[in-house]
């Protein structure tokens, strides 16, 4: 039973190693720019366009896209999660839910979602709303 053991931690090591091998040769992103035509990809509440989700020479990832929501719409119901994200809004008009608190935010706003608190928006405005999103996730310690 004890060999079964050892051959147990000896397997997962090495799937650990192996796992933490790809993230490592997977490339890192440098210095580049983005064209705004980023296919859009309709959806029930609007579209989205995914510009980049890439490790950098500091984060394990960088996730940018371009949601666009029709009136009235929210892409999700309010959830939390590990990585922050800014939202910077073009056009229209949002409502944001953080933790209990709403606020609403107009064109140039920027709204900051903090590590694991309760977020979303709405478009609150009669016109589309299309807003930036930036996330990223850090290396673990």
């Known amino acids: 039973m004890h060999a079964a053991k050892l051959a147990l931690i000896v397997v997962a090591s090495a799937s650990l190693g192996a796992a933490a091998t790809l993230v490592a040769q997977k490339p890192v992103l440098h ?6 035509t980023a296919d ?22 960088l996730e940018i896209h371009i949601s666009t929501l029709k009136p009235g719409q929210s892409p999700h119901a309010p ?23 709403t606020r609403r935010v ?11 608190e309760m977020h979303n928006v709405t478009n609150v405005g009669q016109t589309p ?7 990223w996730t850090v290396p673990a310690k």
């Open 129 to 135: 709303a299309t807003y930036y999103v930036i996330g």
């Open 79 to 101: 959830h939390q999660h590990q990585h922050e994200e800014l939202l910077i809004l073009k056009e229209g008009a949002l409502e944001t839910f953080q933790s209990g608190v």
């Open 40 to 61: 859009a990809k309709p959806n029930s509440w609007g579209a989205v366009r995914q510009v980049m989700r890439d490790r950098t020479p500091t984060l394990d990832e």
């Open 106 to 116: 107009g064109p140039g706003g920027i709204i900051f979602q903090a590590s694991n």
């Open 31 to 36: 210095s580049t720019v983005f064209d705004w």
